[in-house]
Structure formats: C-alpha cells, structure tokens
C-alpha cells in the first residue's frame, strides 16, 4: 500500500466544481484517498504510532479483500497533527487541498478536531474523531461527524463513581484548561454531590505551564481526601512529581491517557515518574472490553500480547472499515452519499460482522449487517455519538495498572 505523500495533477479547473465531480470520485480506477491526522507527537503522541498501526492493518485488510467499488484501493494519507490545533489545520489543509482525500480520520486532541472540523465541513469530507470534546459533534454537521470515542461529557460521571468507590467525602479538583476536561467537569460534580461528597476546591491550569507548583498549593489548602486531576500525560507527569516531592496527603485520581503505567505499551507515565511517584494513583478511561472476541481478534492481528490494551486504537481501526464498507454500501465514494450508509451498517439489523473485508463481502452480495467492530459493538445516534461506551477503573500497582473494576458510561 502506498503511504507517500506524492501528488495527483488534477484536470483543468476540476477544484473549482461540485464535491461530487471531484476526480477523486469519478475515475473508478483511482484509489480511495483517506487522510490519517494524527497525533504522533505532542501530547497525543504516545498513542499515535498504534493509531496508525490500525489504520494500515485494516487498510491493508481491505485492500487484501479487493478493495472497494470492484476493485478501487484504500490509499491513506498520515500526518502528524502534533496534537496542536495549528499543525493540525496546517496539515488539514494539504489533505483537503493537495491530496483530495475523502475522509480525515484519527484526530485525537479536543483542540485539533475543533479546529480541522470547519475545513472538513467547507470541503464536504467526512471526519472522524477520536476526541471528546461535546462541541465535536454539536451543531450543524451535515452528517459528515461521526465520533469514535465516548462523548466528554460522559466521562465525568465514571470519574466521580470511581473516586465515591473509594469513600472520600472532601474532593479537590485540579483540571486541565481546554474543551475536552471543560465539558466533563459539570457531570463530575453533579456526581460528587448526589453521591454525598462535596469539591472543596477547584483549580484550572494551563497545558504549557513551566510550573503547577501554585495551583498544586492552592487545590490542598482546603485539605481534600482525594483530589481528580484530569489533563494529558506531560501535564500530568510534572504534577504528580510534584505532589509527591510536596508530600501532600490523600488519593490522586487522573485518566487513563495521563496515568497509565503503560500496559499496552504506549504510556510513559511510570517511566517518567517512577514507580513510588506512581503507586496508589486510580484513573479511568472509555475502554474496548477486553474480552471481547473481536478485540482479541485485532490484538492478534497488531502483533501485540493477549489482553494489550489499546484506547483509541482499536476505534481507528473500525473507523476505516466503517468508512470503506459505508462506501461499498453506497455505491460512491461521494463523502455525502457515503456518510448516509454509516449508522445502516453499524446500528443493524443485520448479519454481524467484526472486520471490513466479512462486511464488504456480504455488502457486495446485498446482504444488511451489523458491523460490531473491534472497540466495541458500534452504535451510533443521529449527531454521530458513539453509544454505551464502557469505562474502566485502575489503579497503579508496583509500576503496573490492576483493574478494580468497570465503572459505566455512556456517550
């Protein structure tokens, strides 16, 4: 399969018509462009290389299986988005623009799909997200946003049962600065107070500080038991040394993507801090069940160990089997047209299937399925909302993640 970023001359003045005109679309013998921004660096970065993994295998799966629209292959397209909102517009661009893809997928930072989303919109491509920011998906979307990952605002809830799990009634909350951590902040503390608990303090920080040390002091001046503190894995690195450097006292609570100790090997959380730094910290995260045949179907197929765990790759991978069976359903790589057929083969009824060259085959024979997928049994509203996202609860054990258990959730 090709990966290269090489340029296709398109016919006299052909940018300047209809989406539907678009060469891309019109010579069945071109190949499916699908853009693949991701977060390679930055602070998506330790997730990014098996977000792209997944991409390529289930490209490569497709393409195996003869590809879309009587034979027309899954070409992707990856670039970095350096998990910033500038470098992601800026490779935006030269997706939409130069490459001529159909779909953008894999954007993972709330801040880089806010700021591609009006650029994929103009152009009339689909985009996939795997952030959670609320406003993703609000709006008018043409029905061209479709996200694979829980809604931001579902994950406060399971945040705060986890932490009420624990029996701690005096809550400090220490958050992140951007749309993601804002919109799940509202559920967690409605959660707080219902299960009898109250927040005692509550402090914002900026992702680019140089220190937290003034807002670390001022979250434990009013003495929390515990204290959640939900941001990415830079932020969260300084913020731990620094808890424990200042020997403050009570349970520290994160999210998985900031506090993992890295059981599915891409998380350098223990590694930067140490084993001591670490012991004890809980985190939760929407989650693939791990127990699912599909999921351990792809593990296999990534060439990881039973039980990885993968928290967005897993989702990425459906995506582009999602898009290239919604393709073959349409009849069209026509983005508008395409994007139509996604709930039909996702919410059922029909023949369940796990993988895009099981669905493209009974697709091809005019056959209804129920693509279920390798993340999770993929359901999908009318805004484009993943449903019933599962969450899980852990806890860091001598360098390694224990489960304590699941935690509910739903977009």
């Given amino acids: 399969m090709n990966f290269s970023l090489s340029r296709r001359q398109l016919m006299g003045g052909i940018a300047a018509l209809p989406f539907a005109s678009r060469l891309a679309y019109a010579q069945t013998n071109e190949p499916i462009r699908i853009g693949v921004l991701a977060p390679l660096t930055g602070g998506g970065g330790p997730y990014g290389v098996d977000i792209v993994k997944a991409s390529k295998l289930a490209a490569d799966q497709i393409n195996a299986a003869g590809g879309v629209l009587g034979g027309r292959k899954i070409e992707l397209f990856v670039e970095d988005d350096e998990t910033s909102a500038t470098a992601a517009v800026k490779a935006a661009r030269k997706l939409l623009d130069i490459d001529k893809v159909v779909a953008i997928t894999a954007v993972w930072g709330s801040a880089p799909i806010l700021a591609v989303r009006p650029l994929t919109l103009e152009k009339n491509v689909v985009l996939t997200a795997l952030g959670s920011a609320d406003e993703v998906t609000e709006g008018d979307t043409k029905g061209l946003v479709w996200r694979f990952q829980a809604r931001a605002s579902s994950w406060g809830e399971p945040a705060a049962r986890a932490v009420l799990k624990g029996g701690y009634k005096k809550i400090g909350l220490l958050h992140l600065q951007n749309p993601f951590v804002a919109s799940m902040i509202p559920a967690f503390l409605s959660t707080i107070k219902q299960g009898g608990a109250r927040v005692v303090s509550d402090v914002e920080f900026k ?200 935690v509910g959730g739903a977009a």
Avoid at 248 to 270: C, E, M, N, Q, R
Avoid at 298 to 306: R, S, T
Avoid at 319 to 336: C, G, H, R, T
Avoid at 367 to 386: C, N, S, V
Wanted: net charge negative.
């Fill in 207 to 406: 992702p680019d500080q140089p220190s937290y040390r003034a807002e670390i002091e001022k979250v434990y001046a009013a003495e929390p038991d515990a204290i959640f503190v939900p941001g990415y894995v830079n932020q969260f690195t300084s913020i731990a040394k620094e808890i424990y450097r200042g020997g403050y006292k009570g349970k520290v609570f994160s999210l998985t993507i900031a506090a993992a100790a890295g059981i599915d090997g891409s998380s350098p959380f223990v590694k930067n801090v140490g084993k001591e730094v670490a012991e004890g910290i809980e985190h939760v995260q929407p989650i693939s069940p791990l127990d699912r045949p599909e999921y351990k179907a792809f593990v296999k197929a990534l060439g990881a160990p039973d039980g990885t765990v993968f928290p967005f790759a897993a989702l990425q991978y459906d995506a582009i089997n999602v898009l290239a069976v919604a393709i073959e359903k349409a009849k069209s790589a026509n983005p508008v047209e395409f994007a139509r057929e996604i709930r039909t083969v996702t919410n059922g009824p029909g023949t369940k299937v796990a993988t895009g060259a099981e669905a493209l085959a009974l697709v091809r024979k005019g056959e209804a399925i129920d693509f279920t997928g390798a993340g999770q049994d993929l359901k999908f509203d009318e805004r484009g909302e993943l449903i019933g996202r599962p969450f899980l609860h852990q806890v860091i054990r001598d360098g390694k993640d224990v489960i304590v258990g699941t």
